[in-house]
């Protein structure tokens, strides 16, 4: 969703840690971010050591909603002391599970059990999106988290701050959003012709969020390359920022940008929308999809390279889609049955399709050995879905190691190759040279580029990742 040029600066991590607990958004919010599973099983506290013959005390509620019954703590105390507290195991999400340490042998009254790990420090999400160079998660909190490239301020270390109640939010390339439980949309990062939507043309970056003017009832949104646009509840859509190549879908011409709210015209019953970074599509309710924006890559899917279109147009022949992506020069749609189509630009392979003759497809193509997709994803150059079986596979430009396969050649890929060390992904996301994936416990693992530190594991030397390493603190 979001790719233009690359900005250099010391990894830094912003987090804000909400109070409400927040897990997808609005009744009909239709268009949000794939949300993750329920925060993951939480460590069981150790009891207390036991009486002479009698069972300790239960240990502690985890953290994170563990679901079923920890395994009991520790071990039998012998007769003169009771038994060391253990840390109770976690179950699937749910309630606390509580950790019960056995008593001593039949004795002296033990001493109390050490207490176990309360899980107090690991977070969990529930989203995640990739910018440009950084990437951020959704925390169960309804807190936002991000790390990566900082050099508009982007990663919102000035504050995404104290936000609580956000339920989806989007990265893109120099910038991001999120939206509030209350409707209302804050963004951060780079300002560059009105992409932050706060009304003001003095192109200040903010590493603060600011809100969005003229702009209520949203139920998504999604940041681009210098624009944003946002789904409003009964299936409209309004857009902001650049407006060179006629990505905010109002039919002007040829404007610079708009640093407030306009309508898309022609759209109605939307149920989701994808900014990429020159270009705007949306799917509608049925199935079908719209998409206006550039076209020099054939990224509109309308069978010709247009060049510039101004107001939403068709794109024959796709139905059935349940998820929509737009990249840098290529968009992607997740069919109901599972199947993945592409078009656009097909330099790296990124559309899938096993063909290695670099042409551009302006009308969609199946990506060819890609089946039961749950989710996608589409970057600059390369593309990734999340398997039913909760495997991941990613397609096209491997340069920095971003299709995850753990090859040092790192040649381009034409089909799809499988990620290393995936097995419980609930949904995958793209940056210009990176990606990420959220696994069902909430924990969150990425890999490639790393010269921002936008894979996120605190590594010294940020070198980039050819297979999944897990997110610092998750």
Same mark, same amino acid.
């Given at each position: 969703?979001?790719w233009w040029m690359l900005g250099l600066l010391a990894p830094i991590i912003s987090l804000s840690c909400g109070e409400s607990s927040k897990s997808g958004g609005p009744d009909d919010n239709a268009g949000a971010t794939s949300g993750g599973a329920s925060g993951s099983a939480g460590r069981t506290g150790?009891?207390?050591?036991?009486?002479?013959?009698?069972?300790?005390?239960?240990?502690?509620?985890?953290?994170?909603?563990?679901?079923?019954?920890?395994?009991?703590?520790?071990?039998?105390?012998?007769?003169?002391?009771?038994?060391?507290?253990?840390?109770?195991?976690?179950?699937?999400?749910?309630?606390?599970?509580?950790?019960?340490?056995?008593?001593?042998?039949?004795?002296?009254?033990?001493?109390?059990?050490?207490?176990?790990?309360?899980?107090?420090?690991?977070?969990?999400?529930?989203?995640?999106?990739?910018?440009?160079?950084?990437?951020?998660?959704?925390?169960?909190?309804?807190?936002?988290?991000?790390?990566?490239?900082?050099?508009?301020?982007?990663?919102?270390?000035?504050?995404?701050?104290?936000?609580?109640?956000?339920?989806?939010?989007?990265?893109?390339?120099?910038?991001?959003?999120?939206?509030?439980?209350?409707?209302?949309?804050?963004?951060?990062?780079?300002d560059l012709f009105g992409a932050l939507g706060n009304g003001l043309d003095n192109l200040d970056d903010k590493a603060s969020p600011v809100d969005v003017i003229d702009l209520v009832d949203a139920i998504a949104v999604t940041a681009g390359g210098a624009h944003t646009c946002a789904l409003v509840r009964?299936?409209?859509?309004?857009?902001?920022?650049?407006?060179?190549?006629?990505?905010?879908?109002?039919?002007?011409?040829?404007?610079?940008?708009?640093?407030?709210?306009?309508?898309?015209?022609?759209?109605?019953?939307?149920?989701?929308?994808?900014?990429?970074?020159?270009h705007t599509c949306a799917i509608i309710e049925g199935g079908t999809v719209r998409c206006w924006g550039l076209d020099l890559g054939g990224q509109l899917g309308n069978g010709a390279t247009e060049g510039i279109v101004r107001s939403p147009m068709d794109v024959p022949g796709v139905d059935e889609v349940?998820?929509?992506?737009? $990249? !840098?020069? +290529? /968009?992607?749609?997740?069919?109901?049955? @599972?199947? =993945?189509? *592409?078009? %656009?630009?097909?330099?790296? &392979? #990124?559309?899938?399709?096993?063909?290695?003759?670099?042409?551009?497809?302006?009308?969609?193509?199946?990506?060819?050995?890609?089946?039961?997709?749950?989710?996608?994803?589409? $970057? !600059?150059? +390369? /593309?990734?879905?999340?398997?039913?079986? @909760?495997? =991941?596979? *990613?397609? %096209?430009?491997?340069?920095? &190691? #971003?299709?995850?396969?753990?090859?040092?050649?790192?040649?381009?890929?034409?089909?799809?190759?499988?990620?290393?060390?995936?097995?419980?992904?609930?949904?995958?996301?793209? $940056?210009?040279? +990176? /990606?990420?994936?959220?696994?069902?416990? @909430?924990? =969150?693992? *990425?890999? %490639?580029?790393?010269?921002? &530190? #936008?894979?996120?594991?605190?590594?010294?030397?940020?070198?980039?990742?050819?297979?999944?390493?897990?997110?610092?603190?998750?």
């Amino acid at each position: 969703m979001r790719w233009w040029m690359l900005g250099l600066l010391a990894p830094i991590i912003s987090l804000s840690c909400g109070e409400s607990s927040k897990s997808g958004g609005p009744d009909d919010n239709a268009g949000a971010t794939s949300g993750g599973a329920s925060g993951s099983a939480g460590r069981t506290g150790g009891g207390s050591g036991g009486a002479s013959g009698t069972a300790g005390t239960a240990g502690a509620a985890g953290i994170g909603g563990g679901g079923t019954s920890g395994t009991s703590g520790g071990s039998a105390g012998s007769s003169a002391t009771g038994g060391v507290g253990g840390a109770g195991s976690g179950g699937t999400a749910g309630d606390g599970g509580a950790g019960a340490a056995e008593g001593g042998a039949p004795g002296d009254t033990g001493a109390a059990g050490e207490a176990g790990d309360s899980g107090d420090d690991v977070l969990h999400a529930v989203s995640i999106d990739a910018g440009g160079d950084h990437s951020c998660a959704l925390l169960d909190t309804g807190g936002v988290l991000c790390w990566g490239s900082n050099a508009d301020g982007q990663v919102g270390d000035g504050s995404p701050s104290r936000m609580t109640d956000v339920v989806q939010l989007s990265a893109g390339s120099f910038h991001t959003c999120a939206v509030q439980a209350s409707g209302n949309v804050k963004c951060w990062g780079q300002d560059l012709f009105g992409a932050l939507g706060n009304g003001l043309d003095n192109l200040d970056d903010k590493a603060s969020p600011v809100d969005v003017i003229d702009l209520v009832d949203a139920i998504a949104v999604t940041a681009g390359g210098a624009h944003t646009c946002a789904l409003v509840r009964g299936g409209t859509a309004k857009c902001w920022g650049d407006d060179w190549e006629g990505q905010l879908g109002n039919g002007s011409d040829g404007e610079m940008g708009h640093e407030s709210p306009v309508d898309v015209e022609n759209l109605t019953n939307a149920i989701a929308i994808t900014a990429g970074t020159n270009h705007t599509c949306a799917i509608i309710e049925g199935g079908t999809v719209r998409c206006w924006g550039l076209d020099l890559g054939g990224q509109l899917g309308n069978g010709a390279t247009e060049g510039i279109v101004r107001s939403p147009m068709d794109v024959p022949g796709v139905d059935e889609v349940v998820a929509l992506e737009a $990249g !840098a020069w +290529h /968009t992607c749609a997740l069919r109901a049955n @599972g199947a =993945v189509l *592409c078009w %656009g630009t097909d330099n790296y &392979g #990124q559309l899938g399709d096993g063909d290695d003759d670099e042409v551009d497809e302006p009308s969609p193509v199946a990506v060819t050995t890609v089946t039961g997709a749950t989710s996608i994803a589409v $970057g !600059a150059v +390369h /593309t990734c879905a999340t398997l039913s079986g @909760g495997t =991941v596979q *990613c397609w %096209g430009g491997d340069e920095y &190691g #971003q299709i995850g396969d753990g090859d040092d050649g790192q040649a381009n890929q034409m089909s799809a190759a499988d990620v290393l060390g995936l097995a419980d992904a609930v949904t995958v996301t793209v $940056g210009f040279d +990176h /990606t990420c994936a959220l696994g069902e416990t @909430g924990v =969150v693992l *990425c890999w %490639g580029r790393d010269v921002d &530190g #936008q894979v996120g594991n605190g590594g010294v030397g940020q070198v980039d990742k050819l297979a999944p390493v897990v997110v610092q603190g998750f």
